[in-house]
C-alpha cells in the first residue's frame, strides 16, 4: 500500500508569509507525528495526534505553531509569519497506534528568505 | 532536546569492512529504535528493540541494549555501498510526552567502494 506522503516536497516563501504544509498517513495508522529537522541534526518532535485530537503539542516552538487533524486521517501544519529561522525538513510519520515503529513521510524542505 | 547521542558523528569505511555505532542516553525507556536517512529526507525503520531484549537481528544488522549503562550499539556486517546514510538512534521513553520519540543527532556513514 502507499506511504506517508507529503506535499508540496518543496517550498520557498518569503519573511513574514502563511505557509501549510499537508501529510497523508498510511490509511488506518490512528496516530500521526510531526518532526522539524535542521542541517546536521536529528529530527525534533513537534506534535503528535490520536486520532483528531492533538494528543501531545509540548514540542511546537511558539504560537505561530499549530496543526489540525480534523477527520483524523490528513494533517496540516500551519505556520503563520514566517521567520528565516523556520527554514528545516519538516517531517511527517504515522503509526498504526501509540509508540512502536513510525513510517515516515519524505519531508517538505521549508525555505524562507 | 535530544536524549540519545550516537558515536561517532562520521564514519567512513571500504565495503566489505563491518560499522558499528553506539548510542547512549539518559533517561529510562519502553523501546530503543534505529532509522536510516538518504540525503535528509525521510526517515526508515531498521530494527525495535524492547528495554527486556539485549540483542535482536535483522539480516546484516544486529543491535544491542544494555539498560545499565543506558547505550545501545548498531553494528551493520558487510558493508555495501548502498548502506551510505546518515543512522539514528531514537528513544521511546516511559517518562516523556505523550510521543515518547527522542532522536539523536545521528552518525554520518560512508562507504568506500
Known amino acids: 500500500g502507499a506511504g506517508v506522503s507529503q506535499t508540496p516536497s518543496n517550498k520557498v516563501t518569503e519573511k513574514g508569509k502563511y505557509v501549510e504544509l499537508r501529510c497523508d498517513p498510511i490509511?488506518?495508522?490512528?496516530?500521526l507525528y510531526w518532526y522539524r529537522q535542521s542541517l546536521g541534526q536529528g529530527p525534533e518532535f513537534l506534535i503528535y495526534f490520536q486520532g483528531t485530537g492533538a494528543a501531545d503539542d509540548s514540542g511546537l516552538p511558539n504560537d505561530r505553531f499549530f496543526a489540525v487533524r480534523p477527520e483524523g486521517s490528513v494533517s496540516t501544519l500551519k505556520i503563520q509569519r514566517t521567520e528565516r529561522g523556520d527554514s528545516a525538513v519538516y517531517l511527517c510519520a504515522s503509526s498504526p497506534g501509540r509508540g512502536g515503529q513510525r513510517f515516515f513521510g519524505p519531508g517538505t524542505r521549508l525555505t524562507v528568505t | 532536546s535530544q536524549q540519545g547521542e550516537e558515536d561517532p558523528q562520521a564514519l567512513s569505511i571500504q565495503e566489505g569492512e563491518n560499522a558499528t555505532m553506539n548510542c547512549s542516553y539518559k533517561?529510562?525507556?519502553?523501546?530503543l529504535q534505529w532509522y536510516r536517512q538518504n540525503s535528509g529526507r525521510g526517515l526508515v525503520h531498521l530494527i525495535l528493540i524492547r528495554s527486556n531484549e539485549r540483542e535482536k537481528h535483522s539480516g546484516r544488522l544486529r543491535v544491542t541494549l544494555d539498560t545499565s549503562k543506558k547505550s545501545s550499539s548498531l553494528l551493520i556486517t558487510a558493508s555495501r555501498a548502498a548502506d551510505t546514510a546518515s543512522y539514528f538512534c531514537?528513544?521511546?521513553?516511559?517518562?516523556?510526552?505523550?510521543?515518547?520519540?527522542?532522536f539523536g543527532k545521528g552518525t554520518h556513514l560512508i562507504i568506500q567502494p
Open positions: 490509511s488506518g495508522h490512528t496516530a
Open positions: 533517561t529510562s525507556i519502553n523501546n
Open positions: 531514537a528513544t521511546d521513553g516511559r517518562g516523556g510526552g505523550a510521543d515518547g520519540l527522542t
